[in-house]
């Protein structure tokens, strides 16, 4: 093991070791010194690194299906903090057969960087030449994903059913990390089930093959959202890897959240999905912790309603306004959510289907304002739902 790769894994031990009493006493939600315990030991750590690639921060957005489009990462970005940003996630044979649909979700621009693509399929070969394809665009990273639970993803033998065939897998990831030269990333869940624990023992292997990162999600695929994340399961993988690092996934929504990350896994960054929807201020609120140890609010009403407005220019440019209308609807429920605007308000603008509609609605909005406080001040914290019921069929 290189000198940085031993200094990386055991500064990030002594997050673990140093703050243990969290684990055992009290959560750092509950006592600010904590999380000041926390922030000292992340403040010594090396930058992230996957491979080659330095990143900026170690808070990145994560991979979420009909979200972190062009429109959404530029809009983070904007606000500053993440380290890195990735797709949708985009079926490999898709772009090889130049689906426009799939062809669209991988768009990009200048200002969109470091910029990964999370690709998913089942078949060695097609994720190879995807991903030589993605590498010949200028993508900065490609990210393997190994535990979307939806079941027609896993049904095709791709997403989390990747967790159930270690050997097999392994060798599917060796030849897409053979095939370019840009860094491969993994993410995955704790495992198919609680009987099969699969995550420790891939992550090791797909080290040794050349994967360049890990994130790790800690639920298995039996549990979709349900019930609370596995810290100690991510604390598993952590420990299984020797010099890559280890993000950790699931349940993040607030700096408190991502210091007992931190503190009960010792991964060496935090990926983050949910919480950004509801939140897109929250890399920025990261990098203001770990760098000053205070942190600014979230945005207010008027805060969110210009960037409502920008998102939508966004997929205007992109789209064309047209398209953009109903495009952007399933994105602008969560931004109105977060405004406190009632539902009467919410349902014209969502139903608006011209621009002047639109337009209209969302005069209708400004005049009306949040239900809760006022316009320049803090909004109530609003929670993102995950998809319930049984996973076999979402």
């Avoid at 992340?42 to 690639?53: N, S, V």
């Amino acid at each position: 093991m290189s000198e940085p790769a031993r200094d990386f894994r055991e500064q990030s031990t002594a997050v673990m070791e140093s703050t243990a009493f969290m684990v055992h006493q009290r959560r750092p939600a509950d006592d600010p010194n904590a999380i000041a315990a926390v922030r000292e030991q992340i403040c010594r750590l090396p930058p992230l690194r996957y491979g080659a690639l330095t990143l900026a921060s170690r808070y990145v957005l994560s991979p979420l299906a009909g979200f972190t489009n062009l429109s959404f990462r530029r809009i983070v970005r904007g606000l500053g903090g993440v380290g890195l940003a990735t797709t949708d996630l985009v079926n490999a044979r898709g772009l090889l057969d130049g689906s426009p649909r799939s062809l669209a979700l991988i768009e990009t621009c200048p200002e969109d960087r470091p910029f990964a693509v999370q690709i998913f399929g089942g078949e060695a070969a097609v994720l190879r030449d995807c991903a030589q394809f993605l590498e010949a665009r200028g993508v900065d990273a490609i990210d393997l994903n190994m535990g979307c639970p939806v079941n027609r993803i896993t049904r095709c033998g791709a997403g989390a059913s990747l967790m159930r065939c270690v050997d097999e897998t392994v060798a599917l990831v060796q030849t897409l990390v053979e095939a370019v030269r840009v860094p491969v990333t993994v993410k995955m869940r704790l495992g198919w089930d609680d009987a099969h624990i699969t995550a420790p023992q891939l992550a090791r292997a797909c080290e040794q093959v050349g994967v360049a990162a890990v994130t790790i999600h800690g639920r298995t695929r039996a549990q979709g959202f349900s019930g609370q994340v596995n810290r100690a399961g991510i604390r598993q993988v952590v420990e299984a890897v020797e010099r890559i690092p280890v993000l950790g996934n699931g349940d993040i929504r607030t700096i408190a959240d991502g210091a007992r990350m931190f503190a009960e896994t010792g991964c060496q960054g935090i990926s983050i999905g949910r919480g950004a929807l509801a939140n897109p201020w929250i890399f920025r609120q990261f990098v203001e912790w770990e760098t000053t140890g205070a942190w600014g609010p979230a945005g207010s009403f008027t805060d969110r309603l210009a960037l409502l407005r920008r998102q939508f220019q966004y997929l205007a440019e992109q789209h064309g306004v047209e398209r953009a209308i109903p495009l952007f609807r399933k994105m602008a429920h969560w931004y109105l959510k977060a405004m406190a605007i009632p539902a009467r308000l919410r349902h014209r603008f969502q139903v608006a289907a011209t621009l002047a509609e639109w337009e209209a609605a969302l005069a209708e909005i400004v005049a009306h304002g949040p239900l809760h406080g006022d316009r320049t001040g803090e909004l109530p914290q609003m929670q993102i739902p995950v998809p319930s019921g049984p996973v076999e069929r979402w």
